[in-house]
């Protein structure tokens, strides 16, 4: 067995082999880059290499860095995780070269299933259904076009080296197919070094359905059943999920089968995943081969009590695999829900900043947590906006979901948008209930987005309940401190009106005496009375209480004169006033935005790539403006609607923050 691992990673995945390497007696190396001086993985190795600046190609994708790294150490294997040089095969036969094992597969099928062109062209010839297309680099955009029309739109283009979601484009016409090849050419070149492209027919409402295989060295391939991915945003995976509630046990034999076929064709030797797409008809088709560990992996770990990190680096040692396939059986089922720094309510861009507070869930046999972050940390734009994943495990699919509402329902991060709210609502969404799922799920049911705060008749009691408790215990503890309630002298008034949404709802206060969780008010709003008790302390990020005898959970934030709530997937702001100043506040004149209409400003943190227009020029509505890059994907602005442009305020390489201005029109 090996002595030392090397870590070729960062962050969560970092952190979870750590875990595994240290469960069997292997000491750990890792790797940080500037940015990850502090980071989380750092820490949990037990010997830390410093590899250079923060972009990734000048510290976590430089091969020599890793190889002298090796050296230095004396490690006798890497863990490339994923991402990063997992899926680079000149990565896995540097090592070879060098007596190092890699834990992954053999550099050979790494390559081949690194390209999705001869992966696709293996998969036919290992007898896998694959998607009706044209595996061939295609030369240009004129070549595409008359390719496409061969296919039949829409049709799907894909970045031969492509991978994570990147370079992908959907075209339903001509002019679309167009845009398509030259976004996708390019992406694919800054993201991979490789500009081939080509097309498949794109399959409609489709799900995303995996097969887990395991080989080893000796010719043995196995497989651990699926999992579904359908949830996605941008192409990549939001919630996964195991097993899928889609396949009946024909298909899934019928799927695992074809995937160890083709492991097998191919000489797989460690675990990877056959991704598929299906269609509503239950046929499959193939999509890729990814060599290396999934970061959905987590869900199969609990529902075949495996772990999958142990065996990787056990045949990567050249042990026999002891699993036969007359042996596995699932049991149970497990979701997973990726935490995610965007903005949902912004086409889910990313977003940077620091993890100001940070509180995780709590963990236990059926909750899982895996995060490379910590409170105080930063978030940012030089790698993967994931903050943590979130796995649980029940007896049934229903029991799996509710205690991922339950974790969730306490996971509490400020200071970044993240997608908390969000993944909350999914787990409520009756269509996600009822296992009605397909990759176009979060764009049909979100269209415009996701805002929170849509309010159910009995969360708005609780919601006025435990903001008129905060707002008091805010009040007593400035008594506390100052001997006083400012505006108030010693002795608070019974009237109060709780402001949410530009509506007041007003409601008389009773404080009931009592210690710790049994102190709290008795409320009526309305003619009925909400007994509210709680511990919460101000500055408690999670205020848990009873109202009316049933326990409820909610993360709370002050904000300005306020409080934001978050429950259940609502994000709720609510301020609370006397009866008086409800009045004033009433009559308050209402502050406008200021008009932005006459400026393009950045969605998100990134990268001025070019910029079409100069100043005098006239747009049309559509008309490309500017190309912002930003976590490897480039986003076309265009004009919201005729105009002029008058001024430039940013150039080509600036670097710009979200809403920054880049133009503006007379
Ligand atoms: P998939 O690759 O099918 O999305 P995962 O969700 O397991 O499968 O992807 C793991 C993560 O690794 C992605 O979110 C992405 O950030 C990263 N990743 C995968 N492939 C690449 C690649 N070729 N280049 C850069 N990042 C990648
Ligand atoms: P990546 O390497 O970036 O993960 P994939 O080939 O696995 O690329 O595709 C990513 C996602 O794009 C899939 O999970 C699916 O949602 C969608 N997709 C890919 N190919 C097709 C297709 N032919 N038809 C419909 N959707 C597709
Ligand atoms: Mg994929």
Redesign the pocket.
């Known amino acids: 067995m090996f002595k030392k691992i090397l870590i070729a990673n960062r962050g969560e995945i970092a952190c979870r082999i750590a875990r595994t390497a240290r469960k069997m007696g292997i000491k750990t190396v890792a790797v940080y880059s500037d940015a990850d001086k502090y980071g989380r993985h750092v820490k949990a190795c037990d010997e830390a290499i410093y590899i250079g600046p923060s972009p990734a190609a000048e510290s976590y994708l430089v091969m020599e860095k890793l190889l002298s790294a090796c050296r230095q150490t004396g490690a006798d294997a890497v863990h490339p995780g994923?991402?990063?040089l997992?899926?680079r095969t000149q990565f896995a036969q540097a090592l070879a070269d060098e007596g190092i094992a890699f834990i992954g597969p053999n550099a050979p099928v790494v390559k081949l299933m690194?390209d999705k062109i001869l992966a696709n062209r293996a998969a036919k010839e290992a007898g896998v259904p694959t998607v009706p297309g044209h595996w061939d680099q295609i030369p240009s955009a004129e070549d595409c076009v008359a390719i496409a029309q061969g296919i039949g739109f829409p049709i799907m283009m894909k970045a031969a080296?492509?991978?994570?979601?990147?370079g992908i484009r959907i075209a339903r016409d001509e002019a679309e197919l167009k845009d398509a090849f030259r976004l996708a050419t390019s992406e694919a070149r800054s993201?991979?070094g490789d500009d081939r492209v080509f097309i498949e027919k794109f399959i409609e409402q489709p799900r995303h359905i995996?097969i887990q295989v395991l080989g080893d060295k000796h010719g043995n391939v196995i497989h651990l059943d699926e999992r579904e991915?359908s949830i996605q945003r941008r192409?990549?995976?939001v919630i996964e999920e195991a097993p899928s509630p889609f396949l009946d046990g024909a298909t899934r034999r019928e799927m695992g089968m074809r995937a160890v076929g083709l492991a097998k064709a191919c000489g797989y030797d460690s675990a990877g995943?056959v991704?598929f797409i299906v269609d509503q008809r239950r046929n499959f088709f193939f999509?890729?081969m990814?060599t290396?560990?999934?970061?959905?992996?987590s869900v199969t770990e609990f529902t075949h009590n495996i772990d999958l990190v142990e065996w990787m680096i056990r045949i990567a040692a050249g042990e026999e695999l002891t699993i036969r396939q007359e042996d596995v059986q699932p049991h149970g089922w497990s979701v997973e829900a990726?935490v995610y720094a965007e903005d949902p309510n912004r086409k889910f861009m990313p977003s940077t900043g620091r993890l100001v507070r940070y509180r995780e869930p709590v963990e236990s046999e059926d909750v899982r947590i895996d995060s490379g972050v910590y409170e105080g940390g930063e978030i940012s734009m030089f790698y993967?906006p994931?903050i943590s994943k979130v796995t649980t495990w029940g007896r049934d699919r229903d029991s799996a979901i509710a205690l991922m509402r339950r974790a969730l329902d306490e996971f509490y991060i400020n200071g970044v948008h993240h997608n908390i709210a969000f993944l909350t609502a999914l787990m409520a969404n009756p269509r996600f209930l009822q296992g009605r799922l397909s990759t176009a799920f979060i764009a049909e049911e979100y269209p415009d987005g996701f805002a929170p705060a849509l309010l159910e008749p009995q969360d708005l009691d609780s919601i006025v309940a435990v903001s008129v408790l905060m707002h008091l215990r805010y009040l007593h503890r400035a008594k506390d401190v100052s001997g006083q309630m400012p505006g108030y002298g010693r002795k608070l008034p019974p009237g109060w009106v709780a402001m949410i949404a530009k509506k007041y709802y007003p409601v008389l206060v009773e404080e009931h005496a009592g210690r710790g969780s049994e102190e709290g008010f008795d409320i009526v709003r309305d003619g009925h009375t909400l007994s509210i008790r709680s511990d919460w302390v101000v500055g408690e990020p999670v205020l848990r209480c009873t109202i009316n005898g049933q326990p409820h959970s909610f993360k709370v934030e002050r904000v300005g004169i306020g409080y934001r709530l978050y429950h259940l997937g609502a994000e709720v702001d609510v301020i609370v006033y006397t009866k008086e100043v409800a009045e004033l506040a009433k009559m308050m004149p209402e502050r406008k935005p200021p008009d932005m209409s006459k400026y393009l400003v950045s969605p998100m943190p990134g990268l001025l790539q070019s910029l079409a227009v100069e100043p005098g020029e006239r747009v049309d509505s559509g008309d490309e403006l500017a190309i912002v890059q930003a976590m490897?994907m480039e986003n076309i602005l265009r004009a919201a609607q005729a105009g002029k442009v008058c001024k430039l305020h940013a150039k080509a390489g600036d670097t710009l923050s979200v809403g920054q201005i880049i133009l503006e029109f007379e």
């Open positions: 994923y991402g990063f997992s899926e690194g080296a492509g991978g994570g979601g990147k993201a991979f995996e991915c192409h990549q995976k995943t991704e999509l890729e990814n290396r560990l999934q970061v959905e992996h990726r993967d994931m490897k």
